[in-house]
């Protein structure tokens, strides 16, 4: 079992930025460092849309084409903390935001891929 913490959601106007977090308190820095880690994001009636991933040890990433250029994953693996920066928001970025841990090698952005979730943090871009 792997709890996953998120934070820094928020409210901003159309453009502005935010910075997501998520950490793993209990995972060992070893076990961590394994970890693909990747943030997802969903909006009530719709599926979980993979936003964007980074693998372990090489911090391989890969995104979501509607976020390239505008969003950035980044981890630290010295505090067992994954980050993800939203700039240029657009009102379609509203969504409630997932982070997510896949015990195996990063692989895709399905959401059936990965198996521990966090418990969300809301994203609401105001036109």
């Known amino acids: 079992q792997v709890r996953l913490v998120e934070s820094g959601g928020g409210v901003v106007q159309t453009g502005g930025s935010l910075r997501l977090s998520c950490t793993a308190p209990?995972?060992?820095?070893?076990?961590?460092?394994?970890?693909?880690m990747g943030w997802f994001r969903q909006v009530p009636g719709k599926e979980r849309e993979g936003v964007a991933r980074?693998?372990?040890?090489?911090?391989?990433?890969d995104y979501a084409e509607s976020v390239k250029g505008r969003f950035t994953i980044d981890r630290d693996n010295r505090k067992n903390t994954m980050w993800l920066d939203l700039n240029s928001l657009k009102p379609e970025d509203t969504a409630m935001y997932y982070c997510?841990?896949?015990?195996?090698?990063?692989?895709?952005?399905?959401?059936?891929?990965?198996?521990?979730w966090g418990q969300g943090t809301q994203v609401t871009v105001h036109s």
């Open positions: 997510a841990v896949r015990l195996l090698a990063c692989a895709t952005l399905r959401s059936t891929d990965f198996n521990y």
């Open positions: 209990e995972a060992s820095m070893y076990a961590f460092r394994s970890y693909c």
């Open positions: 980074i693998s372990g040890p090489g911090g391989t990433t």
